[in-house]
């Protein structure tokens, strides 16, 4: 069992910087795959970005590739995302989630368990 708290959200203007932070409980958070998803007013959640155990494979939506960055310290099982240049565009509520083994990593249907969410927004 792994539970997920995130922080780190906020308001901020376009152009601005936030960092989310991911605190995972559990033994064997190294062994998870994490990802970042967001979900808009009316919108569907959405994948942002995944880090898989090794911390080596990383993936990112294409909209926030080159603005995001995803990382994860093992030793505090934290996992975080780094945004810059934020836009209007990336204003949703922001979910972290784990997975044993995530194959399609874009699917949340892949994820064991989520986080209760942090807000961003963007304004313009």
């Known amino acids: 069992q792994v539970q997920l708290v995130e922080s780190g959200g906020g308001l901020v203007q376009a152009g601005g910087s936030l960092r989310l932070s991911c605190a995972a409980s559990?033994?064997?958070?190294?062994?998870?795959?994490m990802g970042w998803f967001r979900q808009a007013p009316g919108k569907e959640r959405e994948f942002v970005a995944v880090?898989?155990?090794?911390?080596?494979?990383?993936r990112y939506r294409d909209s926030v590739n080159g603005r995001f960055t995803i990382s994860r310290d093992n030793a505090k099982n934290t996992v975080a995302l780094q945004m810059n240049s934020l836009k209007p565009e990336d204003t949703a509520v922001y979910y972290c989630?784990?997975?044993?083994?995530?194959?399609?990593?874009?699917?949340?249907?892949?994820?064991?368990?989520w986080g209760q969410g942090t807000q961003v927004t963007v304004s313009s």
């Open positions: 559990g033994r064997t958070f190294s062994s998870y795959d």
């Open positions: 880090i898989f155990w090794n911390g080596v494979t990383i």
């Open positions: 989630a784990a997975s044993r083994t995530v194959r399609v990593f874009t699917m949340s249907s892949e994820y064991n368990y």
